[in-house]
């Protein structure tokens, strides 16, 4: 078979299995209940209102552009009438007191492939890019975090993969080294904050170098289960993923 027919014929798949996944996702999202426990909005550091209607063209920003596949776990279903579009983009952040609704959950065990267009991810000093979920603080308390863990992998061809070692037991001050869903998405300015500054927008960050990678295309994000899917729904609530640094390969 012509090696450019075998893409395009993946593709088409790729694209036939995310449309079924979204009509199974709009299914049971009329149960859905809210992902998580958000907790009180106390006004805290980073915390804000709801965004505004006329929202800012961001298509042309270092964010995740496309669902790739996406392999429903127990419980997902939360938003589904949003898919794809809820995890593409930036992330709505409220801060360490409050995380956002806007959030695909994936449910226990589920994940989802993310692609950057022709955007690369490539390995600089520092970390390279960053995953959005809606961990928050119950009391204010860092290390109380309500963190749903995943897993992150990197890919550059979207076959050969690099997992981040994760320590799902984290250290007892809310720090889960390797894994997404633990550090807060605070409020910010997507169209201003560019590139990406991890002090100044929150989320999980990740340096290619440390699984030997100089450049990916891809993100794969699998929930690791840690919490018990409540409500009907559960698993790790992505919000987005943003890239620090790319190219345009």
């Not at 998580?36 to 965004?51: F, I, K, M, N």
Request: some cysteine.
């Amino acid at each position: 078979m012509d090696q450019s027919h075998g893409k395009v014929t993946q593709a088409h798949a790729a694209r036939a299995h995310i449309t079924a996944f979204a009509l199974l996702l709009c299914a049971c999202s009329a149960n859905a209940s809210d992902p998580g426990a958000p907790a009180e909005d106390v006004g805290g550091e980073g915390s804000a209102g709801a965004p505004s209607e006329l929202a800012p063209d961001t298509s042309d920003l270092p964010y995740a552009r496309s669902v790739e596949s996406f392999t429903l776990g127990d419980g997902a279903g939360f938003n589904a009438s949003k898919f794809p579009g809820v995890v593409l983009g930036p992330p709505q952040g409220f801060g360490t007191g409050k995380g956002s609704l806007d959030v695909l959950s994936l449910g226990a065990g589920g994940e989802i492939v993310l692609g950057f267009g022709e955007l690369g991810i490539v390995d600089a000093p520092g970390p390279d890019l960053i995953v959005f979920e809606n961990p928050f603080w119950p009391g204010g308390e860092a290390s109380q975090v309500f963190a749903e863990l995943g897993e992150v992998s990197l890919s550059e061809d979207g076959e050969d993969w690099r997992a981040f070692s994760c320590d799902t037991e984290g250290d007892g001050a809310g720090h889960f080294a390797g894994c997404a869903g633990v550090t807060p998405t605070l409020a910010y300015d997507a169209t201003r904050v560019v590139p990406l500054d991890p002090a100044l927008t929150g989320g999980d960050v990740f340096d290619l170098a440390d699984v030997g990678l100089n450049r990916a295309r891809f993100v794969k994000i699998r929930d690791l289960g840690t919490i018990e899917p409540a409500g009907g729904t559960g698993g790790f609530d992505l919000d987005a993923v943003g890239l620090i640094h790319f190219d345009g390969r």
